[in-house]
């Protein structure tokens, strides 16, 4: 057998022209997608800002717009941050707990279990359920069956429905990532299941507990429908959530882009930028907190 010369073996570095090309083709038309899916992203953006900054003044954040009609210049959002700020306060109360309870049943106690393969499923169902239906059970429920009259509360109940079934997944997601080496050698130093999960399992998948939970705020801290059957809308100052109609940033931005005077839709948009701020300066807490928690590498 004649020996084989090195010209005759191909280089592993040496490609193809036609592979080449696809190679770039393929590269250029992942490069226009992303330009693409950045166009409606910026459009909403530089509309929002351009409408509303002009109007996100410490007037619109200090008043409320009790005693202030469509026409009149002034009024303000104070009343619509106090009640969106408590609301959303009150569901992630019930719904972080909740769902990260949930998670942890599914992933540490009961992985293929016929109770667990139904929560998922319904976990599953409660994911796609309109939001509007959610305010219609609220309103079904608390307000007409029990008697209960318009709140703040009502309006956290309804978004905590929402919130749930995605801290459910994003924790559950989070803990399965977490390697099985930890808990076993948790488990063979004796350690008990529940100390596992409260000092191995949660800490190492904090990071991307407390992403999920910040995603499920931003999805229910601008909707609108549950919250006009829940806690009607009101333009004056009400700190109780548990007593009598309360404003929030959804429905205050609803109230002023249904009235056709140029001064209610300029707070509208400033309603609308406010809102946007609010989620982004959450979402910065939560990495920072995540960045604060890194460990250090030397």
């Not at 459009?43 to 717009?65: C, E, K, P, Q, Y």
């Not at 399992?201 to 939970?213: D, F, H, K, M, R």
């Amino acid at each position: 057998m004649s020996a084989i010369t090195s010209r005759q073996i191909p280089s592993l570095t040496q490609v193809s022209p036609v592979r080449k090309i696809k190679d770039r083709v393929v590269q250029g038309l992942v490069y226009l997608s992303f330009i693409l899916a950045l166009i409606p992203l910026v459009s909403v953006l530089w509309t929002v800002v351009s409408n509303g900054i002009g109007r996100l003044d410490a007037t619109f954040l200090t008043h409320s717009m009790n005693a202030v009609s469509g026409k009149d210049p002034g009024g303000g959002a104070y009343h619509a941050i106090v009640g969106t700020l408590e609301q959303v306060g009150l569901a992630a109360l019930i719904a972080v707990p909740l769902g990260l309870f949930t998670a942890i049943y599914l992933v540490e106690y009961s992985r293929n279990g016929r109770l667990s393969k139904t929560v998922s499923f319904f976990v599953d169902v409660m994911t796609g359920v309109p939001s509007i239906v959610a305010g219609l059970f609220v309103l079904a429920f608390w307000l007409l069956g029990l008697g209960f009259d318009f709140s703040g509360f009502a309006g956290a109940m309804a978004l905590a429905i929402l919130m749930t079934p995605t801290v459910v997944r994003t924790t559950e997601e989070m803990l399965k990532l977490v390697p099985n080496d930890l808990r076993e050698a948790s488990f063979a130093l004796g350690v008990p299941r529940w100390r596992t999960i409260m000092f191995v399992v949660l800490p190492t998948a904090l990071t991307g507990i407390l992403s999920g939970v910040m995603l499920a705020v931003a999805r229910v801290m601008g909707e609108t429908a549950p919250l006009l059957l829940t806690i009607f809308v009101t333009k004056a100052i009400n700190t109780d959530p548990f007593n009598g109609p309360q404003g929030s940033l959804p429905t205050f931005i609803w109230d002023q882009s249904t009235d056709p005077n140029h001064n209610a839709v300029d707070r509208a948009w400033a309603g609308a930028l406010l809102l946007i701020l609010i989620i982004m300066l959450l979402n910065l807490v939560a990495r920072l907190i995540a960045w604060l928690r890194k460990p250090a590498t030397r």
